[in-house]
């Protein structure tokens, strides 16, 4: 390939902050409706399972609810991956921001079991349906978005924005949810109280839709659009076969890092309550300080990420799960509120690695011409699959074996595999140009040092043309 450094992309850091805040609403507005669910999900169990005599079985067919709108993810992972490639980056996180803001209030509208009968659980089930079906588009976009905006050698740390978006969404239900069973007693919460902050999703889509509507298109992708027939041309099987590798380290780093992420913030708060026996109104204070803490935490190792490189804190994370959520557990079941704390603490450590480094290296996976697409279906396949059926998993485990460590053990195991497909398999991007994009900088001094380093700059074209001596696949034209 030839190197043309007036291809080299300017990008404004200052710009790619913005973008960061403007996508990063729609994770907040994500994660505040899944920690509504969370906290809720004893009082939603009651309110739309009311015949189930079993409270441990109406929470199973709460988390049960919450697990099958995640099968409707793929569907809007394909769907919004393929217009977010064909049509731009911007038009999805539009639509999906307003999807979300009305699925939320939706919920908080809905009569219970008492009132309508069998339509109660299936009128749910079909808010959290057009929730999966947007968040689908959601958060892969929101990626694809700031990584294609960011300065290589800012990706990871701009990238972790996202998931303060994420933390500060979980922390705004949180304190809500905290409030309200603070200030309403049982009767009053089980009445009308759960209802309130649903209804706080509007105010976020409103600010959320503002914010997009004012996003300029990626320079990435705004130089891809000459290549729009080739681009069309590749078929997701044709990808698959092409990209295989890079798809597997894609779905294992979506496993691991959901299958903690949903441990921690959507099944922990019922396991406090429900196994442990910790009071409601405790247990959000508790998640509460620990989300907070992973927000400085997460920056953190964005920023170390870009120095150091994504493997090397990815490998970290991995490694402390391994060694620690056994202890983390055994000190969630001493209910006493300090190992309690520590407990949740030390999941949260951990967790925050990720939070750090994925936003910013998922991206880095694909070549952009099929980036949002097989990274939006490869991400919500995954998290179909594990990641929004975790607190599912984790309630039937402890349901069947009496073993409250059991959560720990299934943590442990994904986290083993996670480790070994890292070491192996994944290469260090931090820093460096996107797959198929010319290097994004935002100063003179970079710019010199991209232009005098063609190969550096250009480091995917090896990779490029092996995978083509591998499959047999001509791609000369389209990076």
């Given at each position: 390939m030839r190197?043309d450094?007036?291809k080299?992309n300017r990008?404004d850091?200052s710009v790619a902050?913005?973008s960061?805040?403007?996508?990063?609403?729609?994770?907040a507005?994500?994660?505040?409706?899944?920690?509504?669910?969370?906290?809720l999900a004893?009082?939603i169990?009651k309110n739309f399972?009311?015949?189930?005599?079993?409270?441990?079985l109406?929470?199973v067919?709460?988390?049960?609810?919450f697990?099958?709108?995640?099968?409707?993810?793929?569907?809007?992972g394909i769907?919004f991956?393929?217009?977010?490639?064909?049509?731009?980056?911007?038009?999805?996180?539009?639509i999906?921001?307003?999807?979300m803001?009305?699925?939320t209030?939706?919920?908080?509208?809905?009569?219970?079991?008492?009132q309508i009968?069998?339509?109660?659980?299936?009128?749910?089930?079909?808010?959290?349906?057009?929730?999966?079906f947007s968040?689908?588009g959601?958060?892969a976009?929101a990626m694809?978005y700031v990584?294609?905006?960011?300065?290589?050698?800012?990706r990871?740390?701009?990238?972790?924005?996202?998931e303060?978006?994420?933390?500060?969404g979980?922390i705004?239900?949180?304190v809500?949810?905290?409030?309200?069973?603070?200030s309403?007693?049982?009767?009053?919460?089980a009445?009308w109280?759960?209802?309130?902050?649903?209804?706080?999703g509007?105010?976020?889509g409103?600010?959320?839709?503002y914010?997009?509507?004012?996003l300029?298109e990626?320079?990435?992708y705004?130089?891809?659009?000459?290549?729009?027939?080739?681009?069309?041309?590749?078929g997701?099987?044709?990808?698959v076969?092409?990209?295989?590798?890079d798809?597997i380290?894609?779905?294992?780093?979506?496993?691991?890092?959901?299958?903690?992420n949903y441990?921690?913030?959507s099944?922990?708060?019922s396991?406090?309550e429900?196994?442990?026996?910790v009071?409601?109104g405790?247990?959000t204070v508790?998640?509460?300080?620990?989300?907070?803490i992973?927000?400085?935490l997460?920056l953190?190792?964005?920023?170390t990420a870009?120095?150091?490189g994504?493997?090397?804190v990815?490998?970290?994370?991995?490694?402390?799960?391994?060694?620690?959520s056994?202890?983390?557990?055994?000190?969630?079941?001493?209910?006493?509120i300090?190992p309690v704390a520590?407990?949740?603490?030390?999941l949260g450590?951990?967790?925050?690695?990720?939070e750090?480094?994925m936003?910013?290296?998922?991206?880095t996976?694909?070549f952009?011409?099929?980036?949002?697409r097989?990274l939006?279906?490869t991400?919500?396949?995954?998290?179909?699959?594990f990641?929004?059926?975790?607190?599912?998993?984790?309630?039937?485990?402890v349901?069947?074996?009496?073993n409250p460590l059991?959560?720990?053990?299934y943590?442990?195991?994904?986290?083993?595999?996670?480790?070994?497909?890292v070491l192996?398999m994944h290469?260090?991007?931090?820093?460096r140009s996107?797959?198929?994009?010319?290097?994004n900088v935002?100063?003179d001094e970079d710019?010199?040092?991209?232009?005098?380093?063609?190969?550096?700059?250009?480091?995917?074209?090896q990779?490029?043309?092996k995978r083509?001596?591998?499959?047999g696949i001509?791609?000369?034209?389209?990076?």
């Open positions: 190197f450094k007036n080299i990008v850091a902050k913005r960061v805040v403007a996508t990063g609403i729609g994770n507005m994500e994660w505040f409706d899944f920690g509504l669910y969370s906290y004893v009082i169990s399972f009311s015949d189930v005599q079993n409270d441990q109406k929470l067919f709460t988390f049960a609810t697990a099958i709108a995640f099968l409707l993810r793929p569907v809007g769907i991956g393929i217009i977010g490639d064909k049509f731009g980056r911007k038009i999805v996180l539009t999906t921001i307003v999807m803001a009305i699925s209030v939706l919920i908080g509208c809905l009569p219970t079991y008492d009968g069998i339509w109660a659980p299936i009128l749910l089930l079909i808010g959290r349906i057009i929730q999966g968040t689908g959601e958060y976009g694809v990584a294609e905006t960011s300065p290589d050698n800012r990871n740390s701009l990238g972790s924005g996202l303060i978006g994420t933390l500060s979980y705004a239900a949180s809500l949810c905290g409030v309200l069973f603070f309403l007693n049982d009767q009053q919460m009445a109280g759960w209802r309130i902050p649903f209804f706080f509007l105010i976020l409103f600010v959320g839709l914010l997009r509507t004012h300029e990626t320079p990435i705004e130089n891809e659009l000459s290549k729009q027939d080739e681009r069309d041309k590749i997701f099987w044709t990808s076969r092409f990209y295989y590798k798809i380290v894609c779905f294992v780093m979506v496993v691991f890092f959901n299958v903690t441990m921690v913030t099944y922990l708060p396991y406090l429900e196994v442990i026996g009071k409601n405790l247990v508790l998640i509460t300080c620990i989300m907070a992973m927000i400085p997460a953190f190792y964005g920023k870009d120095k150091i994504d493997k090397k990815m490998l970290f994370g991995l490694g402390g799960i391994i060694l620690f056994i202890l983390a557990f055994w000190l969630i079941n001493l209910k006493a300090f520590i407990g949740i603490l030390i450590i951990f967790l925050a690695t990720y750090g480094t936003p910013g290296t998922l991206p996976i694909f952009t011409h099929i980036r949002y097989t939006a279906i991400f919500n396949v995954s998290v179909s699959l990641g929004g059926t975790t607190p599912l998993i984790a309630t039937a485990l349901a069947k074996t009496g059991m959560p720990a053990f943590l442990t195991a994904v986290s083993i595999v996670g480790f070994l497909v192996f290469t260090n991007t931090a820093s996107l797959k198929g994009s010319y290097p935002d100063s710019f010199k040092k991209a232009a005098e380093n063609p190969k550096k700059s250009l480091w995917w074209v990779e490029k043309r083509e001596h591998e499959s001509d791609m000369e034209g389209i990076n």
